[in-house]
């Protein structure tokens, strides 16, 4: 599983030192120790489309393409999930403020559980609140959140979170 797009890591990550134009990609083998790879970027699409050909030559093992297409050679297709993890999570709430309590139990209530939660920030009639999630599936995530906007009219924001040595 992997997924190609920014996240939240503790400052003790190694991705955490990667700054400015540079992009990293960082790699958990089945055997042996987690690798960095990082260089100048070029771009989110590019970098991103480099990536995946990089993954689609290993997932084939150098089997040629077909010249039509970029279609693989083979019988077996190639399929990629995301994996599931933990979510850093933003509330901006415009007037009404929910307690944490009534926060955690809604989403609780969706399956999503907070493994830290943050404290409210105010500015002027706007909260904002951050909240750490345990880990799960992108879907249930944006379900959840999409449910909450709904009840509340509050704005969402979700970016995965990496622990040390996820993903």
């Not at 693989?72 to 995301?82: R, V």
């Not at 209530?109 to 493994?115: A, D, L, N, P, V």
Request: charged content about 15%; overall charge negative; aromatic content about 8%.
């Amino acid at each position: 599983t992997g997924f190609v797009g920014p996240a939240f890591v503790p400052l003790a990550h190694p991705l955490a030192r990667i700054e400015h134009e540079q992009n990293a990609l960082w790699v958990t083998p089945n055997i042996g120790a987690p690798l960095l790879f990082s260089g100048p970027g070029a771009g989110p699409e590019v970098t991103a489309a480099a990536i995946l050909d990089d993954v689609a030559e290993i997932a084939t093992a150098g089997k040629p393409r077909r010249a039509s297409g970029g279609e693989f050679a083979g019988d077996e297709p190639i399929t990629c999930q995301a994996p599931v993890t933990p979510w850093l999570l933003r509330f901006t709430f415009d007037g009404n403020v929910p307690s944490q309590q009534e926060v955690s139990e809604f989403l609780g209530s969706h399956g999503i559980w907070f493994s830290q939660a943050g404290r409210d920030v105010r500015d002027n009639e706007v909260t904002v609140r951050h909240g750490l999630v345990h880990t799960a599936p992108r879907l249930h995530v944006e379900l959840a959140l999409s449910a909450l906007r709904h009840a509340t009219g509050c704005a969402t924001h979700a970016i995965r979170a990496l622990e040390y040595g996820d993903v």
